[in-house]
């Protein structure tokens, strides 16, 4: 069974600019959630999706976004880019239902560099 | 005080340590606990997972909860520099639309 797929691995952008990162689940997974990952502030959860609807959201502010195909397939926008939204960006998914095992199991990332 | 405690580290052992790592949580909802390690620059890979208090073993790896205490540990036996990574603690709770909530982490070092 194919694990977590993020897709690009590294991206390098401007401030300013805007950028997308993709993730595909692990098959059979409706659950999909976005993490962000910094040396200072560990893995801060950023939202999470479940049959295309956003169930849950972190504290980040509105540039980022994201959305869920009805594959489960999800992307995530950040706009207007900052020096301070380099960091890694992990996505994870989980099978998303009360009465299964609720765990989540993670893509490699993606590093985003602001320049 | 954060939702979930973890031992700061950095840890560095010999070797064929035990190692003993450790969250505190203050969230008596939460019912599922994990730990992941996390290799650097990639992502976290799940490593166990418990349901309730209790303890489970997989090999090297033991994972105990205790939900009277809210403090879960992992415990790493005859350790390996394999083993040197960040190890983070996660848990949720029965709901299937809780967040996940994760530890800071903490960096294991096995020196040769």
């Known amino acids: 069974k194919a694990g977590v797929t993020q897709t690009p691995r590294y991206l390098i952008k401007t401030r300013g600019q805007q950028v997308t990162l993709s993730c595909s689940p692990i098959?059979?997974?409706?659950?999909v959630s976005w993490y962000q990952q910094t040396p200072g502030q560990g893995l801060q959860f950023l939202f999470e999706?479940?049959?295309?609807?956003?169930?849950n959201k972190g504290n980040f502010p509105g540039r980022f976004s994201g959305r869920q195909f009805s594959n489960s397939r999800s992307e995530m926008n950040v706009s207007t880019l900052e020096l301070g939204d380099s960091a890694l960006y992990l996505c994870?998914?989980?099978?998303?239902?009360?009465?299964?095992?609720?765990?989540?199991?993670f893509g490699a990332g993606t590093r985003l560099s602001v320049l | 005080q954060k939702e979930v405690e973890q031992d700061p580290g950095p840890l560095s052992v010999p070797e064929g340590a035990i190692v003993s790592l450790n969250c505190t949580y203050s969230n008596s909802a939460f019912q599922y606990f994990m730990w992941y390690r996390q290799y650097s620059r990639k992502g976290p890979e799940l490593l166990m997972y418990t349901y309730s208090s209790g303890n489970k073993e997989d090999g090297r790896f033991t994972a105990q909860v205790d939900k009277s205490s809210k403090y879960i540990s992992l415990f790493i036996r005859d350790s390996q520099p394999s083993d040197s990574a960040t190890y983070l603690c996660?848990?949720?709770?029965?709901?299937?639309?809780?967040?996940?909530?994760f530890g800071p982490g903490t960096r294991l070092s096995v020196l040769p």
């Open positions: 098959s059979g997974h409706r659950s």
């Open positions: 994870a998914s989980s099978l998303g239902e009360w009465d299964n095992k609720n765990i989540q199991y």
């Open positions: 996660a848990m949720s709770g029965d709901n299937y639309g809780q967040n996940f909530v």
């Open positions: 999706y479940f049959s295309e609807t956003q169930r």
